[in-house]
Nanobody, 133 residues
């Protein structure tokens, strides 16, 4: 299984980027897809997660309303549309896929994306996103 993330770059605050992740050797059926990011000097954090069984993807609080996760099974691609980018969105972004489950931080399992890396089995190499004026 191989994942390759691309589409990062330098963008001004308020701008948009679309990250893509090509997936090979993996069967998408019943899978979960996710995006994580790691800013300089910080731990990697979960950005978004989506499963085939849940119509409502999970997002970190910091990106809700600005980022959208999606997948194209026919093309074996995962996407992260990022709008209204902020300086604090600067990070290396990683795509991930596996057979786990998305979960949120609330007691009922919903809410902001919990970011459990253990739910994902395969990871891309990361693509740099820099938001700067």
């Amino acid at each position: 299984v191989q994942l390759q993330a691309f589409g990062g770059g330098l963008v001004q605050p308020g701008g948009s980027l679309r990250l893509s992740c090509s997936v090979s050797g993996f069967r998408f059926h019943d899978s979960v897809i996710g995006w994580f990011r790691q800013a300089p000097g910080k731990k990697r954090e979960g950005v978004s997660c989506a499963s085939e069984s849940d119509e409502n993807p999970y997002y970190a609080d910091s990106v809700t309303g600005r980022f959208t996760i999606s997948r194209d099974i026919a093309k074996s691609m995962i996407y992260l549309q990022m709008n209204t980018l902020k300086l604090e969105d600067t990070a290396v972004y990683y795509c991930a896929i596996g057979w786990g489950a998305c979960s949120g931080t609330y007691d009922d399992g919903y809410g902001p994306f919990r970011g459990l890396e253990s739910e994902f089995s395969y990871w891309g190499q990361g693509t740099q996103v820099t938001v700067s004026s």
